[in-house]
């Protein structure tokens, strides 16, 4: 399985950003964003299920949202609201037969 993420950039603080993470076959277990932040380990973002439940973590609740399209093989992460310590790496993971796969990463550069 291979991820690719896209969509990160440079926006200001408040401003909105959507990224994609592009999966090269159909995924029919759970995917997540994590992120790396500056300073900071690697830390989950959000998850999503093959039936579309997804979670977050605390500090993106009510800002981000994840979803994904089962036959674009696509997810996606909207983020508004955005925040300077939101800055960071961004990567779209997924586990299947017991191993992990994750993509290149996307950088999000918020400035304030």
């Known amino acids: 399985v291979q991820l690719q993420a896209s969509g990160g950039g440079l926006v200001q603080a408040g401003g909105s950003l959507r990224l994609s993470c592009a999966a090269s076959r159909s995924i029919f277990t759970r995917m997540a964003w994590y992120r790396q932040t500056p300073g900071k380990q690697r830390e989950l973002v959000a998850t999503?299920?093959?039936?579309?439940?997804?979670n977050y973590a605390d500090p993106v609740k009510g800002r981000f949202t994840i979803s994904k399209d089962n036959a674009r093989n696509t997810m996606y992460l909207q983020m508004t609201s955005l925040k300077a310590e939101d800055t960071g790496v961004y990567y779209c993971?997924?586990?299947?037969?017991?191993?992990?796969?994750w993509g290149q990463g996307t950088l999000v550069t918020v400035s304030s």
């Open positions: 999503i299920t093959w039936g579309g439940a997804a």
């Open positions: 993971t997924t586990s299947m037969f017991g191993v992990d796969y």
